[in-house]
């Protein structure tokens, strides 16, 4: 696909239509079995159930800090259990779920009502109830304590920076109670508080050695886990000079950007950036965490300043394409201030700015940190752009031939998470002793995912320019082209790094041109995915993303997006599903209908996972059943991106399309948990017709609209 053709019709924006269909539940009781509800008495008796419940209850109101009017246990379902009989189980406590501890959602930390949990300690209970409190039980240490942090052999006597998580999913008042009687027992046992985050995000960092955290977990029932700090890693390479050409930009196309007051501002939480000519008139904005003494680039020859610079101009452009707030995480000498600046950064710049990219990049076992970030991003409606992480070059060299050891080294967080774009790289350059030939994989580039919840997602989401190395290490004229902190060109950067920035570019094109007319982030996500070639290429994620402002008179593109609750079950009989419905006027000579559906929702567990996916039904006039895409295997796929087509070989496509838009979950999650999740998407739509047409397909396609009207 080709779509950086010369500009003829720009995008047609239109609403989505919200729909219900209520339909019958099957039913979920079971027939009465006297063989069951004998062995389940007996299980009862023999595993001193009453005896066990009430000992775990009797321990957790001898803790000193508890929740009064609410209790904390974890239950493991067995791995056959039906999702409707889950749900009963859950249910029949009148528990709320607040997180899933294994992949398969059968281990569950819910919370009963304290009232009830004291009912069900002292009375001889019906055995509904008993039934669930057989596999009731504490939050256990090794559920509590991350890997990093326990394997961590200098903790035993030296403090450590540990992140203390609240229980999740909690609103933000019981958040912000439970963050406060955590920082007065802090006080209480002198132990130093590093930052408080907000509220919102139920956590705080602070200085402890074992014996103090293993005492807060014996004393607290609020309290979910401890984690590592994530500290953050900036790799880069720079090299020769070269001279700038002052040509026109190349990323201009046909389209003139709006004057430098008026261009999309980016932010780059990163090393800082230095004020040199070439991002002259294009800082909005420079701040910094407490921590540094100044705001200038902090990294030898300069990371943050080399990528303001490429977000700005690309590689060779002389026209500016977006503004550039700094706010300075990191340097060498101190990298614990990157993940707290992260978090800073997106909160205090959210309302100016719709793109972050960064390119520090974290390796720690800290699972619910990254989970917060992006439940955050979600939040905050911004897309955040992060480099992949490069392979260090000792691992690099030991690992085997060129390419097939790329897959043994996952992409780092946050680039992993689902709601950040995650970036790889490849070659533009080779030369005689040159590891990767030009157009590929770049030898040092990350690929693949260790988050097993994350499904049939890819990772990196995309992949752009981001150099070549030789066998030696030499880097001379292999890299991206840009500048150092102290105003000089160059053309050997090289890493991940420098391949995030020029994708966060090409968002802001699109800000710059469509950003008033769409509000959702994942709409924008849609649109850069949708420019990408090279889609089915190993390790390039969704491909390499293009300038994508316009299309040429063969091709339309309209744009969707809008929100859906996930359905409500929580009735006994009857189901509500929740959908959105757009519709698409396909003209005579369209020969394919191509969507890109983009997607996140508002439901946060302890680790990034993907909770839900789209399914799409779609329906043409003229047929009575569901039109099945040509790319069938895409349909049920449990992604956040997905790419559907749909084309006849020898029928006429023309006439009136409707697609359905179904949000579905990826695993169990409980009723009542599940219709309070809404799920939020951004959906690109190209029609492709034979060239030489009469007229442009947008303008057959705007007057089939004017009908309907």
């Known amino acids: 696909m080709n779509l950086r053709e010369r500009k003829e019709s720009d995008f047609i924006f239109r609403p989505s239509e919200e729909g219900t269909r209520r339909f019958t539940k099957p039913h979920g009781g079971e027939k009465y079995d006297t063989q069951k509800h004998k062995e389940l008495i007996e299980k009862i008796a023999e595993r001193k159930l009453e005896e066990k419940f009430r ?20 239950i493991e379902i067995d791995k056959g259990t039906r999702p409707g009989k889950r749900n009963d189980l859950i249910e029949r406590l009148s528990a709320r779920v607040h997180d899933f501890l294994d992949e398969r959602h059968n281990t569950i930390l819910i919370s009963i009502p304290a009232s009830l949990t004291k009912q069900y300690a002292e ?20 559920e509590q304590v991350s890997k990093g942090v326990l394997e961590d052999q200098r903790w035993e006597n030296l403090p450590k920076a540990i992140i203390v998580h609240m229980i999740p999913n909690i609103d933000e008042i019981t958040a912000k109670k439970y963050l406060k009687e955590v920082e007065e027992y802090f006080r209480k046992t002198s132990q130093e508080i590093i930052w408080v985050a907000e509220p919102k995000q139920g956590m705080l960092l602070a200085n402890l050695k074992r014996a103090p955290a293993e005492d807060l977990l014996k004393n607290t029932n609020i309290v979910y886990r401890l984690e590592t700090l994530p500290t953050g890693t900036a790799t880069d390479s720079v090299g020769r000079k070269f001279r700038v050409k002052g040509k026109t930009s190349s990323l201009a196309g046909n389209w003139s950007f709006p004057s430098i007051d008026r261009l999309p501002i980016v932010c780059i939480p990163d090393t800082g950036v230095s004020s040199i000519q070439r991002l002259s008139g294009v800082i909005y904005e420079r701040n910094k965490e407490a921590c540094f003494d100044d705001v200038e680039d902090s990294d030898t020859e300069g990371h943050g300043t080399p ?3 490429l977000v700005s101009f690309g590689e060779d452009g002389a026209t500016a394409r977006a503004r550039i707030i700094s706010h300075k995480i990191y340097s060498d000498q101190i990298r614990d201030a990157s993940f707290e600046g992260m978090l800073k950064a997106v909160e205090l710049y959210a309302s100016k700015c719709r793109i972050f990219t ?16 992006d439940e955050l991003i979600q939040r905050r409606n911004i897309c955040f752009i992060s480099s992949a992480g ?69 990772k990196p989401d995309v992949v752009e320019h981001g150099g070549n190395i030789c066998h030696d290490g030499n880097k001379e004229g292999l890299g991206v082209a840009s500048f150092r902190k102290t105003g000089q060109p160059a ?79 929580t009735s006994p009989r009857v189901g509500t599903e929740y959908y959105s419905k757009i519709s698409v006027p396909v003209p005579a000579g369209v020969k394919e209908i191509d969507m890109c559906l983009v997607h996140s929702d508002d439901y946060t567990v302890s680790e990034p996972t993907l909770n839900t996916y ?14 099945p895409p040509t790319n069938k295997e895409e349909e049920h796929r449990r992604k956040y991106v997905k790419f559907l087509k749909w084309s006849f070989e020898r029928k006429s496509m023309e006439g009136r399309w409707d697609f359905e838009i179904v949000p579905k979950t990826s695993e169990f999650i409980d ?11 951004g959906c690109v739509i190209l029609l492709r017709a034979e060239p030489l047409r009469f007229r442009p397909l947008t303008e057959d396609v705007i007057a089939e609209m004017n009908r309907w009207k």
Not at 363 to 369: G, H, R, T, Y
Not at 551 to 567: C, M, N, Q, R
Not at 615 to 626: I, Q
């Open 55 to 74: 000992a775990t209850t009797s321990a957790i109101s001898r803790k000193e800090i508890k929740d009064p009017e609410k209790v904390y246990f974890v």
């Open 671 to 681: 009723d009542s948990t599940m219709k309070n999740i809404k799920v939020r998407y």
């Open 358 to 373: 960064s390119s520090i990049v974290f390796d720690e076992d800290a699972l619910s940190a990254y989970a917060k970030l």
């Open 390 to 458: 490069n392979i260090p070059p000792q691992r690099m060299n030991s690992s085997g031939h060129y390419p097939s050891y790329i897959r043994d080294f996952p992409v780092l967080y946050p680039a992993q998470n689902p709601n950040v774009i995650g970036v790889g790289a490849i070659t533009r350059k080779e030369k005689n002793g040159s590891i990767a030939p030009k157009n590929a994989l770049s030898p040092f580039t990350r690929c693949g995912k260790s988050l097993h919840r994350l499904y049939d997602s890819k």
């Open 123 to 142: 009375k001889d209970l019906p055995l509904p109830i008993k039934e669930p409190l057989l596999n009731i039980r504490e939050l256990r240490y090794d």
């Open 614 to 627: 789209l399914h799409v039904r779609a329906k043409k006039t003229g047929r009575r059943s569901v039109v």
């Open 307 to 309: 990528i303001a610079c």
């Open 491 to 569: 053309d050997t950067f090289v890493g991940t790094s420098f391949s995030a920035p020029l994708v966060a570019g090409r968002l802001s094109e699109i800000v710059a041109k469509y950003g008033t007319q769409v509000n959702n982030a994942e709409t924008l996500k849609a649109i850069l995915f949708m420019s990408c070639d090279n889609r089915e290429a190993d390790c390039f994620g969704n491909g390499v993303p293009h300038q994508f402002l316009s299309v040429t008179e063969d091709k339309a593109v309209l744009v969707f997006e809008g929100s859906i609750h996930l359905s409500d079950l």
